[in-house]
């Protein structure tokens, strides 16, 4: 992995051993519903045919979403325990294939047609903005699509807190009672177009109730 980018080791502990207990609190609340329907829709409209590179694929949910479509999927993430939960999700196509690996360290993948990574943007520091967006840049072909997907801001004043640098950081508690501070930033639309710049084409930004996902080509 690339020494200048710096990972919340606490963050990465939390997402292992909240392996289990994901799924259940992340995407059974009624009042979301709604947004994760519309999200799977476009999800497969964007990555009909394609091979897609998925980044912090976690448990699953939305690599089982997109395989409906795909071409076919490799799906990535840093913890061995949330890719064994996505690997008993159903793939009748068996277009899916999974790989314990850090992002930044993907560097023998040939290049994609597209690459997803949903609510990883969030945990990635602002000072590490510009090196993640070159790091997923290289993993996608000249003209290859490139969707990221995280949560709109819901502020909670007494769980946040914010460092020099402008990182927002949130405290979590596990079922098993253990807590772990996660980086948590909300970016602004104005923030993620100005990131990406002269290095894309085309960018659509969709700005759903609870979530955001920006849509956007590399440029050749």
């Keep these: 992995m690339d020494d200048k980018v710096d990972v919340n080791r606490d963050m990465v502990s939390y997402y292992r051993d909240r392996a289990g207990e994901y799924d259940k609190n992340s995407f059974s609340r009624p009042e979301i519903q709604f947004d994760l329907q519309a999200t799977s829709k ?3 409209e964007v990555f009909d045919g394609k091979g897609v590179l998925e980044i912090a694929a976690g448990t699953g ?3 089982e979403k997109i395989a409906a479509t795909a071409k076919s999927i490799l799906a990535t993430d840093i913890n061995k325990s949330v890719l064994d939960v996505a690997r008993m999700k159903q793939y009748p196509k068996g277009n899916v294939n999974f790989r314990v690996a850090d992002m930044y360290a993907l560097d023998d993948v040939f290049p994609y047609d597209a690459l997803f990574g949903g609510f990883i943007f ?3 520091l ?9 790091t997923i840049h290289r993993r996608v072909a000249p003209g290859g699509t490139v969707v990221l997907m995280d949560n709109n801001r819901k502020i909670n004043p007494n769980r946040d807190r ?10 979590r ?3 098993d009672g253990s807590k772990h501070e996660i980086v948590k930033n909300y970016p602004t639309e104005s923030e993620l177009r100005e990131l990406i710049g002269n290095r894309s084409k085309d960018i659509d930004f969709k700005n ?5 996902i920006l849509i956007y080509q590399t440029s050749v």
């Design 61 to 63: 949910y939305w690599t």
């Design 162 to 171: 914010t460092d020099e640098q402008g990182n927002n950081y949130r405290m």
């Design 122 to 124: 969030s945990h990635i």
């Design 173 to 175: 508690t596990l079922e």
């Design 42 to 44: 476009i999800l497969q």
């Design 208 to 212: 759903l109730e609870y979530y955001w």
């Design 126 to 134: 602002k000072e590490d903005w510009n090196k993640f967006i070159e």
